[in-house]
């Protein structure tokens, strides 16, 4: 009796989880192009408490599928989690540990001799797709850091400048059609720390992040083949108050919303997301494979 039953529970755990992982898995073909646009600040919550208020973000969770829980390594801030987006593993592995680390303080579990840093996905898709066209455009100086800059083609950022660091990255996707592609935009995260997140500022600021995000996915649809590119918006911490870097629920989760062909449409992601996730699953959608480093899973597998 016990044995069956366990049996049954197994069996239906099974199917909730083919439900989205071997469904997606079947279908995701190997993608040409994986456009990556993250915002610094942009908390899960702003988006639950204003359905209706973002028009892009709500088009591309239509488009694609998505969680409103993806959560942050702790503490919640800036670097780290940029950090760990962009290298499949969490700080006691790659040692940034600060919102403005600009060098490990932790020493890394390992350097990768040809970048000095530990192993990121601009490093792998360069090893192992030497032809391909990379780049990252950033509003904030910081993210310069935190990536393998000798492994990417195209680097520009802007002080500051949201709306001319969208016009770089967008007339880059334009001329390149490029592999595989970041673009850091700085709000609302300054506006969280002046005027508290959650504040009508705030909710403004992630209004002018979504039309930005707007701008990009149009210029992606109009200028790439949406048959073989997937596009993932995502953040790197909430907040609370006018500060982040806690415990709280507010201050760690973000949206992650991935859109491309064979990923289901209007689809809520059952399973959990974590920022050290993001990079096996950009590696996954380019069929190259992991360093062995990483402990991100893929969110398609
Ligand atoms: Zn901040």
Redesign the pocket.
């Known amino acids: 009796m016990i044995k069956t039953i366990r049996a049954i529970s197994l069996a239906v755990m099974a199917a909730g989880i083919s439900c989205w992982a071997g469904e997606a898995a079947a279908k995701a073909p190997k993608m040409k192009h994986v456009v990556m646009i993250g915002s610094?600040?942009f908390s899960a919550e702003v988006v639950k408490a204003h359905p209706g208020q973002f028009p892009n973000l709500e088009r591309m969770m239509q488009d694609g599928s998505y969680t409103l829980e993806a959560r942050s390594v702790l503490p919640s801030?800036?670097a780290i989690n940029w950090a760990t987006l962009l290298m499949g593993a969490g700080s006691e592995m790659h040692g940034f540990t600060e919102?403005g680390s600009k060098t490990p303080e932790v020493e890394p579990a390992y350097v990768d001799p040809e970048y000095g840093l530990f192993p990121g996905i601009f490093g792998t898709v360069r090893r192992q797709m030497p032809d391909a066209v990379t780049g990252v455009v950033y509003s904030w100086d910081g993210i310069g850091y935190l990536f393998e800059k000798a492994a990417v083609d195209f680097v520009r950022s802007t002080q500051d400048d949201d709306d001319e660091a969208t016009r770089i990255f967008c007339d880059f996707l334009r001329e390149k059609q490029p592999t595989f592609s970041f673009m850091y935009i700085s709000e609302p995260?300054h506006t969280?720390?002046t005027q508290g997140w959650m504040s009508p500022e705030y909710l403004k600021s992630c209004q002018k992040v979504d039309s930005l995000v707007g701008v990009i996915y149009d210029c992606v649809r109009e200028n790439m083949d949406m048959k073989s590119t997937a596009v993932i918006f995502t953040s790197d911490h909430g907040?609370k108050g006018t500060a982040?870097g806690g415990k709280s629920m507010n201050e760690m989760q973000v949206p992650y919303i991935i859109v491309g062909r064979g990923i289901p449409a209007n689809h809520k992601i059952e399973r959990i997301v974590m920022k050290y996730d993001n990079a096996p699953t950009i590696a996954d959608m380019l069929r190259i494979e992991a360093p062995e480093q990483w402990y991100g899973k893929s969110i398609l597998r």
Request: a negative charge; proline letters at 0%.
């Open positions: 610094d600040g801030s800036s919102w995260d969280g720390h907040g982040h």
